[in-house]
């Protein structure tokens, strides 16, 4: 169980074009989700916390209009990167933490976005 | 920032070795999770411990914590080339119960 898709796994885009990402749990209902970043070797950088049905909150220094992100269901959220350029190329994580859960959270696979 | 830090950045050892990975944190926090990355992929969880906990088992991995030192440790008993991964501390701090903060990570290599 506590399962959490992503798709695409990959993806290669033009620069100026927006790209999206969904994120979804399989098993469970996900009262959270979160979107992390994770640029090469390193360590995992949380962007933003969406749960179903309210705004996003954005952490320090990531923009909300670059990164939109939607939680529209329980099982479901996107992440929108618009106008996407190549320093925005890197790896994407979310993960999602379901009603039951303490604090664990269930990862998806990643989604690796090259911008050219 | 809130980024924890782990320590050491990179170990390499043989199978059947233990393994062992620090981490520190510069924050209160309510529990302390490690989570293992294969190259290029999500994270897996391992284990979680509270912050009134002070050493938690599961199968050959132990942690300890000591909230006194901001500190937390994992051991990998007998390890297996499988075990080769990169390995993450993650604290959920104190009044934001939902956040995780990720540690630096160590990457482990285990040599068949």
């Known amino acids: 169980g506590a399962v959490v898709s992503q798709h695409p796994s990959w993806v290669i885009c033009k620069s100026g074009t927006s790209v999206k990402i969904e994120c979804r749990s399989l098993?469970?209902?996900?009262?959270?989700m979160f979107w992390y970043r994770q640029f090469p070797k390193q360590s995992l950088m949380l962007m933003a916390t969406s749960n179903e049905g309210s705004k996003a909150t954005y952490e320090q220094g990531v923009e909300k209009d670059k990164f939109l992100i939607n939680h529209a269901s329980l099982t479901l959220s996107t992440l929108t990167v618009t106008s996407a350029h190549p320093e925005d190329s890197s790896f994407y994580i979310c993960s999602a933490r379901a009603r039951s859960s303490y604090n664990e959270q269930f990862f998806g696979p990643g989604t690796r976005l090259t911008v050219l | 920032s809130q980024q924890g830090e782990e320590d050491p950045q990179a170990l390499s050892i043989q199978e059947g070795e233990n393994a062992t990975m620090n981490c520190s944190y510069k924050?209160?926090?309510?529990?302390l999770q490690w989570y293992r990355q294969n190259s290029g992929r999500g994270l897996v969880h391992l284990i979680l411990?509270?912050?009134?906990?002070r050493e938690k088992h599961s199968g050959r991995l132990r942690v300890t914590l000591d909230t006194s030192k901001k500190s937390s440790s994992l051991l990998i008993t007998a390890s297996r080339a499988a075990d080769t991964a990169s390995y993450f501390c993650?604290?959920?701090?104190?009044?934001?119960?939902?956040?995780?903060?990720f540690g630096t990570g160590t990457l482990l290599a285990v040599q068949p």
């Open positions: 411990i509270r912050s009134n906990e």
């Open positions: 924050t209160s926090i309510n529990n």
């Open positions: 993650a604290t959920g701090p104190v009044g934001a119960t939902n956040k995780l903060i």
């Open positions: 098993d469970f209902q996900a009262t959270t």
